[in-house]
């Protein structure tokens, strides 16, 4: 696979990094003159759309380069997704969510079709992909497609003159759940199980189909724990949503149960490194469901929902922790990334600024909840963090280049 691809994953990441340094900079620059909201936009489609989908789909194609035959619509697919997303973020930063933004991010969704349409053709033709791995791609391919419904609801209720209304804010959160916890979660862990089956080691497969099956389901009433703050909702809703988060969070501990079993094999293969990762991923991804899980206990809900703190912390330690770190741990996996002392600096100092960031943002989160002052030197912190994770994503990029 041609190296410029992977490159383009780092330069999304540094990108996206450098952004958040931007916004946490805002504080000490005010009149800067593009707007924050611009630069949060910006931030948030690059993360999501950017270095996340483009890092999971070279993952996939490295998987499968070998006997590709279709492997010039595979590099015409990620040069268009990491062309239209680094337009779609310029337009943000000139205008935010205006004309030229919204034309790029429906043109994005459009390539997003492309990519699952090319994924689902591959994998049905792929006779050596275990039918384990398939279940999850093509839930996690549905799921893809069924986010997209988001923005093209989000663009009516704008049209209509609801923007910032309930339903505004409920279509946002309808699109990131079936993005994080649909679409990256599932593919994320069906190519895991890929990676695995090429290296002739077989998780425990009734486990992972059962783990699948009851988060699958439990991913559509699991929607509503993101939206439990709208009033009159009413105890339907509640009952759905507990359904949904105690079904999601079981669904996880089946998938972690099947990694625990193999993982003494695991570990004949791999580099220590890699297997820190590895833990530390599946570490976040236990953490991020029961943080999940913890929305159906009421006294926790208002220091959930009333608190930005606590929502950035939690978008941050799924994005860029569970998801960040796993696509990193599989490039580690795939050789993409080398166990070198340059990826182990790069690693430690990526996950030192990981740590800082929500240390902060749900320390602020604890105080707002307590009523008692404020973190000291929490903007200053959360800047400092950002420049940390940059000089991370920096190294194992710098890493990456020294690769023969």
């Known amino acids: 696979m041609p190296k410029y691809i992977i490159h383009f994953t780092f330069i999304l990441f540094i990108i996206t990094a450098l952004s958040g340094v931007w916004m946490r900079a805002y504080a000490y620059y005010p009149d800067f003159p593009v707007e924050y909201s611009n630069i949060l936009h910006g931030h948030s489609h690059l993360a999501i759309l950017g270095w996340a989908f483009l890092g999971v789909?070279?993952?996939?194609?490295?998987?499968?380069?070998?006997?590709?035959?279709?492997k010039k619509q595979a590099?015409?697919?990620?040069?268009?997704?990491?062309?239209?997303?680094?337009?779609m973020f310029a337009a943000f930063i000139y205008q935010g969510y205006a004309l030229f933004s919204i034309v790029l991010s429906t043109i994005h969704i459009f390539v997003e079709y492309w990519a699952a349409i090319f994924i689902y053709r591959r994998i049905k033709s792929n006779f050596s992909i275990p039918n384990t791995a398939k279940l999850f791609i093509n839930g996690a391919l549905i799921a893809l497609i069924i986010s997209s419904f988001g923005p093209f609801a989000i663009a009516y209720i704008s049209a209509s003159g609801k923007?910032?209304?309930?339903?505004?804010?409920?279509?946002?959160?309808?699109?990131?759940?079936?993005?994080?916890?649909?679409?990256?979660?599932?593919?994320?862990?069906?190519?895991?199980?890929?990676?695995?089956?090429?290296?002739?080691?077989?998780?425990?497969?009734?486990?992972?189909?059962?783990g699948f099956w009851l988060y699958f389901i439990a991913l559509f009433p699991g929607y509503l724990l993101s939206v439990l703050w709208v009033e009159n909702l009413?105890?339907?809703?509640?009952?759905?949503?507990?359904?949904?988060?105690?079904?999601?969070?079981?669904?996880?501990?089946?998938?972690?149960?099947?990694?625990?079993?193999?993982?003494?094999?695991?570990?004949?293969?791999y580099s220590k490194l890699t297997m820190i990762s590895l833990s530390l991923s599946f570490l976040?991804?236990?953490?991020?469901?029961?943080?999940?899980?913890?929305?159906?206990?009421?006294?926790?809900?208002?220091?959930?929902?009333?608190?930005?703190?606590?929502?950035?912390?939690?978008?941050?330690?799924?994005?860029?922790?569970?998801?960040?770190?796993?696509?990193?741990?599989?490039?580690?996996?795939?050789?993409?990334?080398?166990?070198?002392?340059?990826?182990?600096?790069?690693?430690?100092?990526?996950?030192?600024?990981?740590?800082?960031?929500?240390?902060?943002?749900?320390?602020?989160?604890?105080?707002?909840?307590?009523?008692?002052?404020g973190l000291p030197l929490y903007t200053g912190g959360l800047f400092t963090a950002s420049v940390i994770l940059t000089l991370g994503i920096g190294t194992l990029w710098l890493s990456f280049f020294r690769n023969k």
């Open 234 to 269: 009413g105890i339907t809703a509640d009952i759905i949503a507990g359904i949904g988060g105690i079904g999601q969070w079981t669904g996880i501990i089946y998938i972690l149960y099947a990694y625990v079993k193999s993982y003494h094999h695991i570990k004949t293969i």
């Open 163 to 210: 923007k910032g209304s309930n339903l505004y804010e409920m279509a946002i959160y309808f699109y990131l759940h079936f993005q994080y916890n649909g679409w990256l979660l599932l593919f994320l862990i069906g190519l895991f199980i890929l990676i695995l089956h090429l290296k002739k080691i077989n998780l425990f497969n009734s486990a992972l189909r059962i």
């Open 75 to 87: 590099i015409a697919i990620a040069v268009t997704l990491f062309v239209v997303t680094v337009l």
């Open 57 to 70: 789909f070279v993952i996939f194609l490295n998987n499968i380069w070998q006997e590709l035959k279709q």
């Open 284 to 373: 976040l991804l236990f953490l991020k469901s029961t943080m999940e899980a913890g929305l159906l206990i009421p006294p926790l809900l208002p220091l959930i929902y009333d608190s930005r703190s606590v929502i950035i912390g939690y978008l941050h330690f799924t994005l860029l922790g569970f998801v960040s770190i796993f696509i990193l741990t599989q490039y580690l996996m795939k050789d993409l990334l080398k166990s070198t002392k340059l990826t182990i600096y790069g690693a430690i100092i990526f996950i030192i600024g990981f740590l800082l960031n929500e240390l902060l943002l749900f320390g602020q989160g604890l105080t707002e909840w307590l009523q008692i002052p």
